[in-house]
């Protein structure tokens, strides 16, 4: 199975801070990978697909670049309604594994 | 629009058996494979089980293989996951969610139901 691991575990921020989320997988995915955000009793919501692209409908300050092992989400200006945890997941083999999370909260 | 909804959760003692729902609108059900997600209390997202778009691949994750069993009726527009021999660990909000890529099961799940509580407890 493929490991994935993110960093920071948690992060606290203020608005308007960049904020920048790393994610590891233990072996190559190419670009298998997306980006989830997921609030409290709601349900999780995808942000980012194929590594780089941003799903129709989500704010163009988040981005993400990466392949192979190494990614990364960025949001470039922080918004009250960013606070969340944030995933990663990868999409090249079966089983479909997420990364740990990440929260962010207000500073 | 494209909704996903949840249902058959609820309390069951350890070692039984729950069948959960998901009946999914407003995009072509049949290109479309069909993720389960869990969470459990204080933990992160866990993906549980995936269906192809015609029912023909069914693939687990390690926690659940042998217990649980994805399907699907595309002349209904559902997709079930049969839990059996629960254990408290599966105690989570379950979710099903669309794969965003028609198709293929190696993608992602871009719309999401509002999730399903099951509690495995005695």
């Known amino acids: 199975d493929i490991q994935m691991t993110q960093s920071p575990s948690s992060l606290s921020a203020s608005v308007g801070d960049r904020v920048t989320i790393t994610c590891r997988a233990s072996?190559?995915?190419?670009?298998?990978l997306n980006w989830y955000q997921h609030k409290p009793g709601k349900a999780p919501e995808l942000l980012i697909y194929a590594a780089a692209s941003l799903q129709s409908g989500v704010p163009s300050r988040f981005s993400a670049s990466g392949s192979g092992t190494n990614f990364t989400l960025t949001i470039s200006s922080l918004q009250p309604e960013d606070f969340a945890t944030y995933y990663c997941?990868?999409?090249?083999?079966?089983?479909?594994?997420f990364g740990p999370g990440t929260t962010v909260d207000i500073k | 629009q494209v909704q996903l909804v949840e249902s058959g959760g609820g309390v069951v003692p350890p070692r039984r058996s729950l069948r959960l729902s998901c009946a999914a609108s407003?995009?072509?059900?049949?290109?479309?494979?069909i993720h389960w997600v869990r969470r459990a209390p204080g933990k992160g997202l866990e993906w549980v089980a995936v269906i192809s778009y015609d029912g023909s691949d069914k693939y687990y994750a390690d926690s659940v293989k042998g217990r649980f069993t994805i399907s699907r009726d595309n002349t209904k527009n559902m997709v079930y996951l049969q839990m059996n021999s629960l254990r408290p660990e599966d105690t989570a909000m379950y979710y099903c969610a669309k794969a965003s890529d028609s198709i293929t099961v190696y993608t992602g799940g871009h719309y999401w139901g509002q999730g399903t509580l099951v509690t495995v407890s005695s």
């Open positions: 997941q990868q999409s090249y083999s079966i089983p479909l594994t």
């Open positions: 072996q190559y995915i190419s670009s298998y």
């Open positions: 407003g995009f072509t059900f049949t290109s479309y494979a």
